[in-house]
């Protein structure tokens, strides 16, 4: 049983550029949420998608956008970066079925966005 | 709002003495608790989870946890660390439903040979 995929696991580029990060939940999980991890920083939550739309939000700019598609995968997407967006990006899944109400959500590796 | 507090940034510990790992949060309804383990430049990987029931709960690589309400605590422990348990170990908070984590900053534990 595949676990979250993530890809790409580096990625360089410079201000002002846009990038797409991707993430493939674990079988049978429905629902993805996204979370920037800053170096030395714990990891804050950007957003989450289920039924093909955004649900929460976390404290961040309209930079930061998404998609959830019907195979459950979601896309991570930031225009207009900033040297403040280097971090780790993490990506993870959760269902019914992963602890009471979908509490439990499972990580995928992650993806290095460094800005320079 | 919701907060976790990991008050200890670095801990060094020989290679088998005890740890204890420090967590406080503030979340104002039932917490649901989680330790994560997170190698270098690695995802996060569950170590154990409190959801409810039993105040102590055994998690992977025999680490274990104690939920304390009264002191709104969920200390992570481990009675004999090994060198492969160098690593960041964070607590996070969250809720009922989908809702969103709440992470602490981590603390970052060396183990001593």
């Known amino acids: 049983d595949a676990g979250v995929t993530q890809s790409p696991t580096h990625l360089i580029k410079t201000r002002g550029q846009q990038v797409t990060l991707r993430c493939s939940p674990k079988?049978?999980?429905?629902?993805v949420s996204w979370y920037q991890q800053a170096l030395g920083q714990g990891p804050q939550f950007i957003f989450q998608?289920?039924?093909?739309?955004?649900?929460q939000r976390g404290n961040f700019p309209d930079r930061f956008s998404g998609h959830q598609f019907p195979n459950y995968s979601s896309e991570l997407n930031v225009n207009a970066l900033w040297l403040g967006d280097s971090a780790l990006y993490l990506c993870?899944?959760?269902?019914?079925?992963?602890?009471?109400?979908?509490?439990?959500?499972?990580f995928g590796p992650g993806t290095r966005l460094t800005v320079l | 709002a919701q907060s976790v507090t990991q008050p200890d940034i670095h801990i060094t510990v020989s290679e088998g003495a005890s740890l204890e790992l420090r967590c406080n949060y503030s979340?104002?309804?039932?917490?649901?608790l989680f330790w994560y383990v997170q190698s270098p430049g690695q995802g996060l990987q569950l170590l154990l989870k409190?959801?409810?029931?039993?105040?102590l709960v055994q998690g992977i690589k025999g680490f274990e946890a104690e939920f304390k309400r009264s002191q709104s605590s969920f200390n992570l422990r481990k009675p004999s660390v090994h060198w492969s348990d160098a690593a960041e170990y964070f607590c996070?908070?969250?809720?009922?439903?989908?809702?969103?984590?709440?992470f602490g900053s981590g603390t970052r534990l060396q183990v001593q040979p």
């Open positions: 409190y959801f409810s029931g039993d105040t």
């Open positions: 998608y289920y039924e093909e739309e955004e649900r």
């Open positions: 979340y104002g309804a039932t917490p649901y």
């Open positions: 993870a899944s959760s269902s019914k079925t992963s602890g009471p109400s979908y509490n439990e959500q499972f």
């Open positions: 996070a908070v969250g809720g009922t439903g989908r809702r969103a984590l709440t």
């Open positions: 079988s049978g999980h429905d629902t």
